[in-house]
């Protein structure tokens, strides 16, 4: 026996230096945290590409800020785990509306209404959520490839069977925001129910191709593997050179709004209340626009992307999960 | 070995892999019964209830068992293929095998699977224009969304890991064995279906149920190439239910987590039913172990042939398709136009990114000391799983395999869960201990296949030699383990240099690791920055198994 | 060191069946002699060599090297194998592969944790010993049959060990090469001061070698004595029958004689070295073939035990003929010289002398 118990000793010993050293980090981390309290802020987003907006601000104001970023499938797990453990890092939340308002439920977003909120619409302040912009949803096509007459001037054009085998697009049965923008569709755009089901049927016929989310549409229209897709406007800016263009069409656009807040119990809430200050300013809105090609609600302030500021871009009423998966249903059966 | 020695060792085992394995189970098994979207709630089989009464899932699941045991199989048959002809025949450039069976595990299976998409897709995949004009043919001839497609990529994907398994137990066969079948008339075939390969049956096994259960779990694939094809499969229906909608249930993805991790446990169970007499496989003895090569003759320049073709597809393509994406602008077909844009744009902000840096850094450290960490807890698995062979070490093989065989996007969150509930939450150490816990079966399956072969009186005389376990260890087994312990270290290394499913759930800012930052690329489509950045990674995963391989050599045994 | 086996048993459970490897095995295994466990394969001689080298943990029992329990279910008592200081030789060898000969050797040296040059010096003394002088830096799989079987013997000898057991260690040798090192383990041992446990199921091997021979039969001893002791005046059926072929006849006691114990068996009565047995007894007549005389029908009158009977084969081996003769209806096997000018067919004359008719129970 004293062999394995020998040898059962060398492993608890080991387990245990390990688990010193464990608990050494984690407290050195913990004076750090202390110590710097108000040198830094943390921060949970769902929109990608947004470093240009933190590095301007940490040089502004010399309060470092990270970045950790979170898909929307992650986003309310994460944050209510994190939140009910006690343990939540963020300072700051950046995702979609229905995401904040389900945490704002929650009691995970604290009250705070950033001053800067006055230059935007009254619809975009909501008692500590702010939003900022919408996740704007087009037509982008291959500007190399389509002729400018075969550009979609309408949504119900996508119909057309010359773009049979030509459309991609993301997943109608699961992909929220598609879902959603195909239900906002019926809302905002078509006036009748039946218009709008003509345009779903027509839309099928042309066998789109299903990815798993928007960042995967514009890779095919690039590359020529298909023509057109639902997609997003601002891959026009961050993927340049690349010959994408939206099709300007005479109905509104959509997409859900981006909104961000600060969190109840924020380790760092002075540093917070000043990041999104700043994110809310004209200067960080200006930054999204033109480096990210978001579309923002700061007044006047547009993306570099040809027409847009002509373009009425409305967001999309927030569908409950339970619409989600009965409309995600519905087109599953539609598009089949 | 005295099987009472050995009890407290077990016991010890089964404690560390249980807290290991069982904990983040355990999390996903309450929060699959608990109401809400948090970890605890109420009790409720609600969550069960609406997950399997889709009436989609009679096709998903026949989908399912298409598609993984389609891979598995080609996996196993091709690392079949290769292992023999590496260790048993004449073939030339034998060292291009063990490039071959890494390399794929280096590469970002999304990438892998867009490059395929690129060249196979009906509407203008290369390969399908290439043979269209050929064969004057109107329509595409091939179509890589389909199951046909996914089984083909998948099973190049976890080629890898069949052949690291089964090429060590291919190169310390007795050979006495197939001689004896060829002194009684059996000619080469023959002896390679009646001999060689029943008695490498452990091994053969191990690795299709390797490739089974990582099938089971592969997102990758069914979403990039399955997806556009309508062709849905377990896991991505586990990904439609979490992400329809804004709040994603993870309870609800448990709950058909949990009918893939019955079905692996149960092949585990069937695995070691099927082994359970190793004693006949013995065939390592202290008569030494000299390969003997078979002429292939005729058959050598066409076999050759199909090896450099097989080498072309899974190295050189990818990595050709990852180079050209890093140099393009964006995706494009290649054309004149797409060569006269070329420039190390990507390359630049990729090597100026210090996230991306630092997400560098703390991947090579968890490659490196993960995997040493992970192939010594390993290896003491493998041997109790082996060696001792009693109930309790079924046990402990089954629990290896527990958080292996949960879909990667689940059990991400199940570590979250767990790791909450301790000061390691958000910091490198979960990581670590999350990538050991999922992929110990990396480093299990090919020491016990290799442990498999270690006669026991090599041990046992040590042990009259006064050597202690751990001397008998670290003189005797794991000299004799070199090839096993090369393969699982490379294994858990490659793996966790590009480890996706847990990261992307535990990272935090400081804890960055690779995988992350090229699904953040991908998630913005940044194809030609996160290409810049796969080779980067791809690069030092061949540095990291050309160091084990270096330090393998020096620790092996001199033959002669 | 003197070996004491008290009541150990080991049952293995298989497949719903007991299997009683040991099954209360009582033993002493004297200090300094080569003492052989014999017996067919199964009879638990291997299991009861690895309890005492400590690879197999019995259920219940002692075991005692010297004045050490290394094994006592009773008293908790389990010494682990690398602490009870015994060497060993596999049926196997168990050579190590991927050490050189020079540290296959020094392995139990260097567990000693001995300074080097006395390893150094004590290994080639040891290699010395067993003809390998010069051997120590060849790569173990670059060995004979032989020579692994002498590096084998060799470690196991290096740390001067009071016990060394042996596990069939010939077995996997060519005969000519068996004997040969059977007559050098011989001599190797009878070098040494060591009590030596060797398990075969070779009887040759055992009657050549051993000091002691004990008889196994599934999981008990039932016999233990010296070769001759076991070979000519065995206790047992299955002794006498297992030790050397031999001619068994179930007899009835007619008399009990002051020299002799007169029987009757299948060929008549026999008059049998004296031998006293309980009342109602089975008994069986040992005959071994070569103390089955042929003689001359001259002869008759002088000799005791005298049968007449049919040639019936006769079967050339070299140094003599196996035969069979027949008389009245049993075939009984004979040794018959090689320059016999018998034929098969031909009538002939036995004599057996009564020294060797042994009685054994059943």
């Known amino acids: 026996m004293k062999r394995t118990q020998r040898f059962g000793v060398c492993v608890l010993v080991l387990l245990f230096v390990v688990g010193t050293v464990f608990g050494a980090g984690s407290s050195e981390k913990a004076v750090v945290d202390s110590g710097a309290m108000e040198d830094k802020v943390t921060m949970y987003a769902s929109i990608t590409a947004i470093e240009p907006i933190i590095e301007a601000f940490s040089e502004k104001t010399g309060i470092v800020a990270e970045n950790t970023r979170l898909s929307t499938s992650r986003f309310v797990s994460t944050v209510l785990t994190e939140f009910g453990a006690g343990k939540l890092m963020a300072d700051v939340l950046q995702g979609p509306l229905p995401v904040m308002e389900i945490l704002k439920e929650q009691g995970v977003i604290s009250d705070y209404v950033s001053p800067a909120i006055e230059n935007y619409p009254d619809w975009a302040k909501r008692d500590g959520i702010h939003l900022f912009g919408i996740e704007y949803v087009a037509l982008i096509y291959n500007k190399d490839l389509v002729a400018p007459a075969d550009v979609p001037k309408r949504y119900e054009d996508l119909c057309d069977p010359k773009w049979n085998n030509q459309i991609v697009m993301a997943n109608p049965a699961s992909h929220a925001t598609t879902i959603s923008w195909l239900v906002g569709l019926k809302e905002n755009v078509f006036e009748t129910e039946q218009q709008w089901y003509d345009f779903l049927h027509g839309l099928a016929a042309n066998n789109p191709m299903f990815v798993a989310s928007f960042s995967p549409t514009p890779a095919p229209i690039e590359s020529g593997e298909k023509l057109i897709g639902i997609s997003m406007p601002k891959y026009i800016v961050t993927k340049a050179p690349a010959p994408l263009a939206w099709a300007q069409v005479e109905q509104p656009l959509m997409g859900s709004p981006r909104a961000i807040a600060i969190t109840a119990d924020a380790p760092h809430p002075n540093a917070a209340k000043a990041f999104v200050d700043y994110w809310l300013s004209s200067e960080a809105m200006s930054l999204l626009a033109e480096e990210v090609g978001e579309y923002v609600l700061t007044s006047g302030v547009y993306p570099p992307i040809d027409g847009i500021e002509n373009a009425e871009v409305i967001p999309i009423r927030e569908l409950s999960d339970d619409e989600l998966v009965k409309w995600g249903a519905e087109f599953e059966k539609i598009f089949e | 070995m005295a099987k009472v020695r050995h009890t407290n060792l077990t016991y010890l085992l089964i404690g560390i892999l249980a807290l290991l394995t069982l904990a983040p189970i355990v999390m996903l098994v309450i929060g699959s019964f608990s109401e809400g979207l948090r970890n605890v709630g109420k009790f409720t089989f609600e969550k069960y209830i609406s997950v399997y009464s889709d009436p989609g899932l009679v096709d998903i699941l026949g989908n399912t068992v298409m598609f993984v045991v389609g891979a598995a199989l080609f996996s196993t048959i091709l690392a079949l293929f290769l292992a023999y002809l590496n260790n048993r025949t004449n073939i030339p450039w034998k060292f291009s095998f063990k490039v071959l069976s890494v390399v794929p595990m280096m590469i970002p299976h999304v990438l892998f699977s867009v490059s395929w998409a690129l060249l196979l897709n009906p509407s203008n995949g290369i390969l399908n224009l290439w043979l269209q004009q050929l064969f004057n043919l109107s329509n595409a001839p091939l179509n890589i969304y389909s199951i046909p497609g996914m089984i083909l990529v998948e099973g190049l994907l976890d080629l890898p890991i069949a052949y690291l398994i089964i090429s060590p137990a291919m190169a310390s066969f007795d050979v006495s064995l197939e001689e004896s079948s060829k002194v009684f008339g059996g000619g080469n075939l023959k002896t390679l279906f009646k001999i060689t390969l029943p008695v490498l049956r452990p091994a053969i096994l191990a690795a299709f149920i390797l490739c089974v259960v990582r099938c089971l779990a592969s997102f990758a694939v069914p979403s990039v190439l399955g997806m556009p094809g309508r062709v849905y499969v377990l896991s991505t229906y586990i990904y439609r239910t979490v992400n329809t909608g804004f709040i994603a249930d993870y309870g609800k993805a448990a709950a058909i987590g949990m009918s893939i991790l019955v079905v692996s446990i149960s092949l585990i169970y069937v695995y070691r039913y099927m082994t359970r007499s190793s004693e006949k496989y013995v065939t390592v003895s202290s008569r030494g172990f000299k390969p003997v090569v078979i002429e292939l003759k005729k058959a050598k320049i066409p076999l050759f042939i199909v090896v450099v073709l097989i080498s072309f597809i899974l190295i050189v393509l990818p990595v050709l398709v990852l180079l050209y994406t890093s140099l393009v602008p964006y995706s494009m077909v290649p054309s004149a136009k797409a060569f006269s844009m070329m420039d190390l744009n990507h390359w630049k902000t990729v090597l100026a990114d210090p996230i991306s840096l630092l997400s560098l850094k703390n991947s090579l450290f968890l490659g490196v000391v993960g995997a040493t960490l992970g192939t010594l807890l390993s290896l003491f698995i493998a041997y109790v799983i082996v060696k001792v062979k009693t109930r309790t070490a079924g046990i402990l093989e089954a629990l290896s395999f527990l958080s292996f065989s949960f879909p990667g996007i689940v059990i991400g969150i199940g570590f979250m869960w767990f790791f909450i509930k301790t000061p390691l939450y958000a910091t490198i150490w979960a990581l670590l201990i999350g990538y050991v816990a999922t992929y110990l079966p990396y480093g299990i399956r090919p020491m016990t296949s290799a442990f498999v072969q270690i006669h026991s009186h090599l041990e046992e005389s040590s042990a009259v030699c006064g050597a202690s376990l751990l001397t008998t260890m670290r003189r005797i087994v794991i000299p004799l383990l070199v090839p096993g312990i090369v393969s699982g270290w490379v294994l858990m290394a490659t793996m966790f240099l590009r480890e996706l499913s847990l990261s992307v759930v535990l990272s935090r800012p400081g804890t960055e690791v690779l995988a992350v930052q090229i699904l953040r690329f991908s998630e913005d489509g940044l194809w030609g920055r996160l290409s810049a950045l796969g080779i980067i990674m791809i690069f030092f995963s061949t540095l990291l198994v050309i160091l084990a391989n270096i330090l393998g050599n020096r620790f092996k045994p001199a033959h002669d | ?362």
């Open chain 3, 1 to 362: 060191m003197e070996i004491h086996i008290t009541a150990l048993k080991k049952y293995y459970h298989s497949e719903g069946k007991v299997i009683k490897a040991l099954d209360g095995v009582d033993l002493s295994i004297p200090a300094n002699k080569i003492f052989t466990l014999l017996g067919p394969s199964g009879c638990g001689k291997t299991t009861l060599l690895r309890s005492i080298v400590g690879l197999e943990t019995p259920d219940e029992g002692e075991i005692r090297i010297g004045d050490t329990i290394v094994w006592s279910s009773e008293k908790q008592i389990d010494v682990p194998t690398e602490k009870r200081g015994l060497g060993m030789v596999f049926q196997t060898y168990a050579i190590w592969p991927h050490m050189n000969v020079f540290n296959n050797v020094a392995y139990p040296l260097q567990n000693m944790k001995l300074p080097k040059a006395e390893i150094v010096s004590r290994v080639e003394k040891t290699l010395q010993f067993v003809q390998l002088e010069g051997f120590g830096s060849r790569p173990a799989t670059r060995l004979s049959g032989g020579q692994q079987q002498r590096v084998a013997l060799a470690r196991a000898l290096v740390a001067e060990p009071k016990v060394i057991l042996f596990d069939e260690p010939l077995s996997n040798l060519d005969a000519k090469l068996r004997e040969e090192t059977r007559k050098e383990l011989r001599t190797f041992l009878s070098e040494l001061a060591i009590t030596a446990v060797y398990v075969t199921h070779d009887r040759i091997e055992a009657l050549a070698l051993s000091d002691q021979i004990g008889v196994m039969k599934s999981g008990h001893i039932i016999e233990i004595g010296e070769p001759k002791k076991i070979y000519f005046d065995s206790e047992h059926q299955f002794v006498a029958d297992f030790i050397g072929r031999s001619n068994l006849l179930p007899v009835t006691i007619e008399n009990q004689g002051e020299a002799y114990t007169e029987v009757t068996s299948s060929i008549g009565d026999v008059l049998c070295a004296r031998k006293e047995f309980p009342a109602d007894s089975e008994i069986t007549l040992c005959i071994r073939p070569e103390f089955v005389d042929l003689i001359k029908p001259g002869e008759k009158e002088t000799l005791q035990n005298v049968f007449t009977g049919i040639m019936k084969t006769m079967v050339f081996v070299g140094e003599v003929y196996e035969s069979e003769i027949q008389i009245g209806d049993q075939l009984i096997m004979v040794k018959v010289d090689p320059d016999s000018n018998v034929q098969e067919g031909d009538e002939v004359v036995v004599a057996i002398d009564p020294d060797h008719c042994l009685l054994v129970s059943r």
